[in-house]
């Protein structure tokens, strides 16, 4: 049973630049939320999707923006990056009526902007 | 906003001791579930074990169990014979707004000596 897969798993950016995370959730699941964790920091939450549309948000700024696919696979965008935009972003995947249950993560993407 | 104290950002056990990762939270909300995550290495969050908020009875999961205090918002985890895999961030999280939506604490790290 495949779990989260997410893509690529490092790379580096200029600030300014554009960049899209991709990921893919857990056979199963037909939600994926997405998180960033600066070094040092616990998980902090960006947003969710469900039906291709996005549910829920956190506070993050319009340059954040994502996207959920038919087969429930995701991508992040972050545009105008900035060097703060620097951290590990996780998805996580679940199923949205069995809420409780927790996640399944992915290993993230390490973002590096320069 | 709802917030989680991880108040010992880093501790270290002997192999087979029993350890006390400690837990507070503040809610709003009467109905929710609490999560113990723990992040290896490899950096992919792993599910260690869930507990309900309405249900008094502690969680248990093999080596790992909690104390879960809701008066308190107080949700400590047990981890008994510590072996060295379970070197690792540990991070605590109370869902939001009956939503998977996790509000993570900033973790604390365990080490397991041999």
């Known amino acids: 049973d495949a779990g989260v897969t997410q893509s690529p798993t490092h790379l580096i950016k200029t600030r300014g630049q554009q960049v899209t995370l991709r990921c893919s959730p857990k056979s199963g699941h037909d939600t994926v939320s997405w998180y960033q964790q600066a070094l040092g920091q616990g998980p902090q939450f960006i947003f969710q999707?469900?039906?291709?549309?996005?549910?829920q948000r956190g506070n993050f700024p319009d340059r954040f923006s994502g996207h959920q696919f038919p087969n429930y696979s995701s991508e992040l965008n972050v545009n105008a990056l900035l060097l703060g935009d620097s951290a590990l972003y996780l998805c996580?995947?679940?199923?949205?009526?069995?809420?409780?249950?927790?996640?399944?993560f992915g290993s993230g993407t390490r973002l590096t902007v320069v | 906003a709802q917030t989680v104290t991880q108040s010992q950002p880093e501790m270290s056990v002997q192999e087979a001791e029993t350890v006390t990762l400690s837990c507070t939270y503040d809610t709003s909300e009467n109905n929710y579930y609490l999560f113990w995550y723990k992040q290896p290495p490899s950096r992919q969050m792993i599910l260690v074990i869930r507990?309900?908020?309405?249900?008094?009875q502690n969680a248990t999961e093999n080596r790992f169990s909690v104390n879960f205090q809701k008066a308190a918002k107080s949700f400590s985890l047990k981890i008994s014979d510590s072996q060295l895999g379970d070197t690792a961030m540990y991070f605590c999280?109370?869902?939001?707004?009956?939503?998977?939506?996790?509000?993570f604490g900033k973790g604390m790290k365990l080490t397991v000596n041999p």
């Open positions: 507990q309900e908020a309405y249900k008094q």
């Open positions: 996580a995947s679940s199923s949205y009526r069995a809420v409780g249950y927790g996640y399944t």
């Open positions: 999707y469900y039906e291709e549309e996005e549910r």
């Open positions: 999280a109370p869902n939001q707004g009956g939503s998977e939506k996790l509000v």
